[in-house]
């Protein structure tokens, strides 16, 4: 067969630059140079053991999104509740109030959570959770764009602002942050009483669960229960919490919850196994902690994370994944140019000398880095995995999964703290 046959199947294709993906299914001509005569960097990204390790699981994955899928739906159907009549205002006039907090520890996302603005003595500051904030040593603050993105659009593409750790209360699980030019517009949550709060009304959450960003959810307070202790594996908690049936998970930790008169009555934290047990710690520890005098700030390594599929359940930090096998020799692969501006920018690999290329290497950028790597294993002429890496500092963090092989992608993989164990998948 003639190479350019096989060539229509793995040429590449510069898209838009606001988005990462690279699709390389999207091609039709390339213009090819010669063979390589050089090894190309040394990245993780070029050892390809992780998408390979994720294309054995294909079939697996996808029958467990669908377990998880009939989960939420049973789950959502048990935890319906009547509509509000004016539960729209709470999230009109609040949802610009409740901001997306990132987690950095060595300038990578460890942890994600919600937090809220309230004034505090004429001034703009945040309130979250301890665990939201434990460990890192830079937290990334992101308020409501004009138009909806997914997590990863937000944290790669959206600008965000930089925060000061204020102050801490770690039995009460509480965190204060500060944020240099907030816009105005932003406005303060105001308080309820917590002598008000009673089993039977109506409880309002907005935040981010699962990375499912701005989501509001209603449910019934199930009781108040005063000083109530809980622990993640690591550290133990005392405060006085509502127990309520709005849905939250992990991402919605640091959020508000809302009265139907719109006031804040308490502050998202945890979840426990079974059905609607949901907590939050209560308005009135919020406010204590407010009015808290600072204490000095300790710096302590995290030994935990929360892990993002199992609830709230926590476990120890993964270590990063490194590359044993350094730099690729690519001195036998087709060099192609794939924008014909001629730059090479793309390998192609046929290390069994059948003609077809099982392997494809592009240089999105052409900076000298590989950001993308494409697998046919069956050697079919259609990738199964495409990995790829987004920020460019030379770890993959997102992978397109073909699953039935017909040139459209069926999952995409996120590996948000790049430690080589995929994190989140998401059905096409």
Same mark, same amino acid.
């Given at each position: 067969?003639?190479?350019?046959?096989?060539?229509?199947?793995?040429?590449?294709?510069?898209?838009?630059?606001?988005?990462?993906? /690279?699709?390389?299914?999207?091609?039709?001509?390339?213009?090819?140079?010669?063979?390589?005569?050089?090894?190309?960097?040394?990245?993780?990204?070029?050892?390809? *053991?992780?998408?390979?390790?994720?294309?054995?699981?294909?079939?697996?994955?996808?029958?467990?999104?669908?377990?998880?899928?009939?989960?939420? =739906?049973?789950?959502?159907?048990?935890?319906?509740?009547?509509?509000?009549?004016?539960?729209?205002?709470?999230?009109?006039? /609040?949802?610009?109030?409740?901001?997306?907090?990132?987690?950095?520890?060595?300038?990578?996302?460890?942890?994600?959570?919600?937090? /809220?603005?309230?004034?505090?003595?004429?001034?703009?500051?945040?309130?979250?959770?301890?665990?939201?904030?434990?460990?890192?040593?830079?937290?990334?603050?992101?308020?409501?764009?004009?138009?909806?993105?997914?997590?990863?659009?937000?944290?790669?593409?959206?600008?965000?602002?930089?925060?000061?750790?204020?102050?801490?209360?770690?039995?009460?699980?509480?965190?204060?942050?500060?944020?240099?030019?907030?816009?105005?517009?932003?406005?303060?949550?105001?308080?309820?009483?917590?002598?008000?709060?009673?089993?039977?009304?109506?409880?309002?959450? =907005?935040?981010?669960?699962?990375?499912? %960003?701005?989501?509001?959810?209603?449910?019934?307070?199930?009781?108040?229960?005063?000083?109530?202790?809980?622990?993640?594996?690591?550290?133990?908690?005392?405060?006085?919490?509502?127990?309520?049936?709005?849905?939250?998970?992990?991402?919605?930790?640091?959020?508000?919850?809302?009265?139907?008169?719109?006031?804040?009555?308490?502050?998202?934290?945890?979840?426990?196994?079974?059905?609607? %047990?949901?907590?939050? =710690?209560?308005?009135?520890?919020?406010?204590? /902690?407010?009015? *808290?005098?600072?204490?000095?700030?300790?710096?302590?390594?995290?030994?935990?994370?929360?892990?993002?599929?199992?609830?709230?359940?926590? =476990?120890?930090?993964?270590?990063?994944?490194?590359?044993?096998?350094?730099?690729?020799? %690519?001195?036998?692969?087709?060099?192609?140019?794939?924008?014909?501006?001629?730059?090479?920018?793309?390998? %192609?690999?046929?290390?069994?000398?059948?003609?077809?290329?099982?392997?494809?290497?592009?240089?999105?950028?052409?900076?000298?880095?590989?950001?993308?790597?494409?697998?046919?294993?069956?050697?079919?002429?259609?990738?199964?995995?495409?990995?790829?890496?987004?920020?460019?500092?030379?770890?993959?963090?997102?992978?397109?999964?073909?699953?039935?092989?017909?040139?459209?992608?069926?999952?995409?993989?996120?590996?948000?703290?790049?430690?080589?164990?995929?994190?989140?998948?998401?059905?096409?």
């Amino acid at each position: 067969m003639n190479l350019k046959l096989f060539l229509i199947f793995i040429l590449f294709l510069f898209i838009s630059n606001k988005s990462n993906a /690279f699709d390389i299914r999207d091609v039709n001509s390339a213009k090819v140079v010669s063979k390589a005569s050089y090894a190309v960097n040394d990245t993780n990204l070029i050892d390809v *053991e992780s998408a390979e390790i994720l294309l054995e699981n294909i079939y697996e994955l996808n029958e467990a999104l669908k377990i998880k899928e009939k989960e939420i =739906i049973k789950n959502n159907k048990n935890r319906s509740q009547p509509k509000f009549k004016g539960a729209e205002d709470i999230y009109d006039d /609040f949802s610009e109030s409740v901001v997306f907090i990132g987690n950095r520890k060595n300038k990578r996302i460890q942890g994600v959570g919600s937090g /809220f603005v309230i004034n505090n003595k004429g001034k703009l500051q945040i309130i979250t959770n301890w665990h939201v904030i434990d460990g890192a040593d830079q937290l990334n603050v992101w308020i409501k764009p004009k138009n909806m993105v997914d997590e990863s659009y937000l944290i790669s593409k959206v600008e965000s602002y930089n925060a000061k750790l204020i102050k801490v209360n770690k039995t009460k699980d509480l965190a204060m942050l500060e944020v240099e030019n907030l816009p105005i517009r932003l406005k303060p949550i105001t308080y309820g009483k917590f002598n008000k709060i009673r089993p039977g009304q109506t409880s309002f959450a =907005i935040g981010h669960p699962e990375g499912l %960003l701005w989501t509001f959810t209603s449910g019934m307070i199930s009781q108040v229960r005063p000083n109530y202790n809980w622990k993640y594996e690591g550290s133990r908690h005392a405060a006085n919490v509502i127990q309520t049936q709005a849905a939250i998970n992990p991402g919605n930790s640091g959020g508000p919850l809302f009265n139907k008169n719109k006031e804040l009555i308490g502050l998202n934290t945890f979840t426990s196994e079974g059905e609607n %047990l949901n907590f939050a =710690i209560a308005i009135n520890d919020v406010i204590d /902690f407010i009015n *808290e005098k600072p204490k000095p700030l300790k710096k302590k390594k995290s030994k935990y994370i929360q892990k993002k599929d199992k609830g709230n359940t926590w =476990i120890k930090k993964k270590k990063k994944k490194k590359s044993e096998k350094g730099s690729i020799d %690519l001195s036998e692969a087709i060099e192609v140019d794939m924008n014909k501006n001629g730059t090479i920018d793309g390998w %192609l690999v046929d290390a069994n000398n059948n003609g077809i290329y099982e392997k494809v290497y592009a240089d999105k950028n052409e900076d000298g880095v590989i950001e993308i790597v494409g697998i046919d294993k069956n050697e079919d002429n259609n990738f199964e995995v495409i990995l790829f890496d987004t920020n460019n500092n030379g770890n993959p963090d997102e992978a397109e999964i073909d699953e039935d092989e017909d040139g459209v992608t069926d999952v995409i993989a996120y590996d948000y703290n790049e430690d080589g164990e995929w994190d989140k998948f998401k059905n096409v």
